[in-house]
T-cell receptor, first 114, second 112 residues
Framework: KAGVTQTPRYLIKTRGQQVTLSCSPI?????VSWYQQTPGQGLQFLFE???????NKGNFPGRFSGRQFSNSRSEMNVSTLELGDSALYLC?????????????FGEGSRLTVL | AQSVTQLDSQVPVFEEAPVELRCNYS??????LFWYVQYPNQGLQLLLK??????LVKGINGFEAEFNKSQTSFHLRKPSVHISDTAEYFC??????????FGSGTKLNVKP
């Protein structure tokens, strides 16, 4: 069974640009969550999608957005990039909803903003 | 709101020694508890989880954790660590709706 796939793995952008990251969840998983990981702030929750609907949202500015497609694949977009957006962006999928279940993480997309 | 506190940001330990990584959480409702491990340049991998039942949970790679409701703790232990256990460890709590809260992480550094 294939794991969570994130693309691209690494990317470099300049301030003011925008970026789109992609996540393919494990087959059968309908929930996709996004996290930002930085050395200073740790893991911070961005948002969660379930069946194409945003179900939870973290405390990030509107420059951060996401969506989920009917096949459960998800994308997140960051517009008007700032230096502080440099981070590892992790996607995680989960099968159960509602109800407790573990998150399965991808290897992340490392974004560097110059 | 729920929160997770990992009291130690870094834990150095010699190979074959025991280790305990501490985790405390705050929540007024039932929670589900997890430990994840992250190796350099990789995503997070589940070590173990507590959803219900026995408070002593065994995970992969010889790790175990004990859920203590009265002390709101979920400490991770391993009786004998290996060099390959060097990684960052994250404690997490989730609610019934699968919203996760992660601790700030503990870097375990196993020395030969």
């Amino acid at each position: 069974k294939a794991g969570v796939t994130q693309t691209p793995r690494y990317l470099i952008k300049t301030r003011g640009q925008q970026v789109t990251l992609s996540c393919s969840p494990i087959s059968g998983h309908r929930s996709v969550s996004w996290y930002q990981q930085t050395p200073g702030q740790g893991l911070q929750f961005l948002f969660e999608y379930f069946s194409e609907t945003q179900r939870n949202k973290g405390n990030f500015p509107g420059r951060f957005s996401g969506r989920q497609f009917s096949n459960s694949r998800s994308e997140m977009n960051v517009s008007t990039l700032e230096l502080g957006d440099s981070a590892l962006y992790l996607c995680a999928s989960s099968q159960k909803a509602p109800g407790p279940g573990e998150l399965f993480f991808g290897e992340g997309s490392r974004l560097t903003v110059l | 709101a729920q929160s997770v506190t990992q009291l130690d940001s870094q834990v150095p330990v010699f190979e074959e020694a025991p280790v305990e990584l501490r985790c405390n959480y705050s929540s007024s409702v039932s929670v589900y508890l997890f430990w994840y491990v992250q190796y350099p340049n990789q995503g997070l991998q589940l070590l173990l989880k507590y959803l219900s039942g026995s408070t002593l949970v065994k995970g992969i790679n010889g790790f175990e954790a004990e859920f203590n409701k009265s002390q709101t703790s979920f400490h991770l232990r391993k009786p004998s660590v290996h060099i390959s256990d060097t990684a960052e460890y994250f404690c997490a709590v989730s609610d019934f709706f699968n919203k996760f809260y992660f601790g700030s992480g503990t870097k375990l550094n196993v020395k030969p």
